[in-house]
């Protein structure tokens, strides 16, 4: 089992950056891809990005490719989803995910789930 716990969300303005925050337990962490994900009211959970098992490989959404970044501590069991330029249409509760062995942007794909932080983008 792989526990997941999300933080960072919060209000900003458009044109402003976060950085989300996911702590692992459970499983050792570098045996373990994770994903972020996102899900605005009335739409489907989708794909946002993605970092491999050592962080050499990293595969992001078409939608926020060049304003997302995500990164991996190991050391620390924890992921990050820096997130700059933000548009009103990044308004959605973010999810980070894991799965064993190599990446997917597939969520059908992910064993393990957090809670999910609300990140909301004012214009």
């Known amino acids: 089992q792989v526990q997941l716990v999300e933080s960072g969300g919060g209000l900003v303005q458009a044109g402003g950056s976060l950085r989300l925050s996911c702590v692992a337990s459970?499983?050792?962490?570098?045996?373990?891809?994770m994903g972020w994900f996102r899900q605005a009211p009335g739409n489907e959970r989708e794909f946002v990005g993605t970092i491999s098992r050592n962080a050499y490989t990293t595969v992001y959404a078409d939608s926020v490719r060049g304003r997302f970044t995500i990164s991996r501590d190991n050391a620390k069991n924890t992921v990050y989803l820096r997130m700059d330029s933000l548009k009103p249409e990044d308004t959605a509760v973010y999810y980070c995910?894991?799965?064993?062995?190599?990446?997917?942007?597939?969520?059908?794909?992910?064993?393990?789930w957090g809670q999910g932080t609300q990140v909301t983008v004012s214009s």
């Open positions: 995910a894991a799965r064993e062995g190599s990446i997917s942007i597939n969520r059908d794909d992910y064993d393990y």
């Open positions: 459970g499983r050792t962490f570098s045996t373990i891809a």
